[in-house]
Antibody, heavy 119, light 110 residues
């Protein structure tokens, strides 16, 4: 069974840093594109970042470019999102999702991890 | 990248059909067939309902269908059921190699 489990969320002050993890099971990261998508409280979905199966293609939304870094550890089958210079507006539930290359299907999604940026 | 445009809310009675529109530009919906739709119930993670404009994942009811014309994509739900009440989001690939979601549509089953 394909499963994604996020962790690492919590309360952080503005300007601080946090690293999120997404542990994947039931498939190999090298075969799929992995993405992070966030949802601010009561708001819609926002795509944040993606990394290709080969790891060589990485993309970011303009809102996080230069502050967030996506990476992965193949040996742990885990994807990470390193977040720095955090802002109040980064407060959201962060989901990771798997996508098949050559298709627009984010499926499945993890349960999400809540990041709260507040002083 | 601006969000795709969806109506804030739609409603329908059980058994009826509803359609949710999703309008983008020639740089996203109009340029690629990578349009997908997601259902989200309160407190839950989104669930894929339609991908690549009109494909339905295994396990998704055939009451859900998708289409696209120009810069606008649509999700149609036929034979509305109470459990269809949820938020629905469209999504598209963009010419900037990024992905953009719609603002979301709240479906109310009357």
């Amino acid at each position: 069974e394909v499963q994604l489990v996020e962790s690492g969320g919590g309360l952080v002050q503005p300007g601080g840093s946090l690293r999120l993890s997404c542990a994947a099971s039931g498939f190999t990261l090298t075969d799929y594109v992995m993405s992070w998508v966030r949802q601010a409280p009561g708001k819609g979905l926002e795509w944040v970042s993606g990394i290709s199966g080969g790891g060589g293609d990485i993309f970011y939304a303009d809102s996080v470019k230069g502050r967030f870094t996506i990476s992965r550890d193949i040996s742990k089958n885990t994807v990470y999102l390193q977040m720095s210079s955090l802002r109040v507006e980064d407060t959201a539930i962060y989901y990771c999702a798997k996508r098949s290359g050559g298709s627009g299907n984010f499926d499945p999604w993890g349960q999400g991890t809540l990041v709260t940026v507040s002083s | 990248q601006s969000a795709l445009t969806q109506p804030a809310s739609v409603s329908g009675s059980p058994g009826q059909s509803i359609t949710i529109s999703c309008t983008g530009t020639s740089s996203d919906i109009g340029a690629y067939n990578y349009v997908s739709w997601y259902q989200q119930h309160p407190g839950k993670a989104p669930k894929l309902m339609i991908y690549d404009v009109s494909n339905r994942p295994s396990g998704v009811s055939n009451r859900f269908s998708g289409s696209k014309s120009g810069n606008t994509a649509s999700l149609t739900i036929s034979g509305l059921q109470a459990e269809d009440e949820a938020d629905y989001y469209c999504n598209s690939y963009t010419s900037s190699s990024t992905w953009v979601f719609g603002g979301g549509t709240k479906l109310t089953v009357l």
